[in-house]
């Protein structure tokens, strides 16, 4: 079995969008609002947000919110180590038809969440863990296996249909405040004004390193096939060292945060925000990928958001993004850069965008 494991941070977002003017009813009073124009409000004034939303975010578990659709339904996700061909109407006749769908080999893969979460008695957890809940219409999905799903939260969550490990979460006793991000969203220019909020202390290095020791100690048939973490520094290094065997993707986000670069030295899959990206001067995906290209001598994949202008991949070399000091360097092709923008995404195929 495959495993993929996500190390980050879980928020309750709080979503405000499209303001009129006007007073606000008593029970919609917060203190972030937009004007009717849809530009930022001014201060001290008391508008009205035609729209409220409140959802669980965070990369990770949104990353695993997508997986999890996406395992159960039984389309978009094949861990299997078969590979197939697209072929032309006109020449399927002449190809060996590949086996059903029941008679391929498919392995299986398993998805854990690591995120800090207030107390385990609290409301706020409850909220977060039941939002992963899968829908009756996946359960019923010939993929859904009710025998395999977790319920490993000690006495937290309600009991939940979920194929989401949350065994290694941690709660913290007597914090009963999810993290929580209150976002302004302009209905005029589609801007996002995003204020956090977190009070739940930090995962330390002993609990870091309990965590990777837990994964260590599963059974040998059972790989770990990746990891997506927000941590770094001495507390992550322990990962290569007790997992060696592991595929390890990292997210460098945040401007002006130390570690960041030496952690996507260290990497197999990197992602980089905008906001990084032209803290350090770049003005496009491309630009980026290929001024960092030096320092990722281990990943096989590389990417950038962009916003609105989509996201860019680049694809070093297997001898490894640095290149090395052997001779075969010069002859190693230019590595191949991909962009892809959202219009192009929408005339190959039907999305559901998510703001």
């Known amino acids: 079995m495959k495993h993929l494991i996500l190390v980050g941070a879980c928020y309750l977002d709080t979503i405000l969008t499209s303001i009129a003017t006007g007073l606000l009813r008593p029970e ?10 849809g530009c930022f409000p001014e201060e001290d004034s008391k508008l009205r947000a035609t729209a409220l939303q409140v959802r ?7 990353t695993v919110e997508v997986l999890q659709q996406l395992l159960l339904s039984g389309g978009g ?53 039941s939002s992963f ?6 359960q019923s999905s010939p993929s859904y296996d009710s025998e395999s799903l977790s319920e490993s939260v000690t006495g937290a969550a309600p009991t939940t249909a979920t194929s ?8 913290r006793k007597g914090h009963h405040e999810a993290a929580s ?8 220019t589609g801007s996002r004004t995003i204020v956090n909020y977190n009070d739940l202390p930090e995962m330390t290095t002993d609990e870091f390193v309990n965590i990777v020791h837990g994964f260590a100690a599963m059974p040998e048939d059972q790989s770990h096939d990746g990891s997506t973490s927000n941590l770094f520094g001495e507390d992550y290094w ?20 130390e570690g960041l670069v030496e952690l996507a030295a260290e990497s197999d899959v990197v992602f980089y925000s905008k906001s990084w990206a032209e803290s350090r001067g770049y003005t496009e995906p491309e630009a980026c990928l290929r001024g960092e290209l030096s320092n990722c001598n281990k990943a096989f994949l590389m990417l950038c958001t962009w916003g609105s202008q989509g996201a860019g991949a680049l694809f070093p070399s297997p001898a490894g993004a ?7 360097t010069a002859e190693i092709a230019e590595p191949e850069y991909l962009h892809c923008s959202p219009s192009e995404v929408c005339k190959t195929q039907t999305i559901t965008v998510v703001e």
């Open 56 to 62: 669980r975010g965070g990369n990770c578990p949104n």
């Open 133 to 138: 809940a899968t829908p009756p219409a996946l």
């Open 77 to 129: 996700l094949d861990t299997s180590s078969s590979q197939t061909q697209q072929v032309s109407a006109a020449d399927a006749a002449a190809v060996t038809p590949l086996p059903s769908k029941q008679q391929q080999p498919q392995q299986q893969l398993k998805l854990h969440l690591v995120s800090i979460l207030p107390d385990v008695e609290s409301s706020a957890t409850r909220k977060v863990l």
């Open 164 to 171: 989401v490990d949350f065994g290694h979460c941690l709660y």
């Open 181 to 188: 991000s209150y976002i302004i969203r302009s209905g005029a």
């Open 322 to 328: 640095g290149g090395g000091n052997n001779e075969q």
């Open 238 to 257: 322990w990962h290569f060292e007790v997992l060696p065997g592991s595929t390890i993707s990292v997210e460098v986000e945040k401007p002006g945060r």
């Open 28 to 37: 919609l009073w917060l203190w972030l609002a937009l004007p009717g124009s």
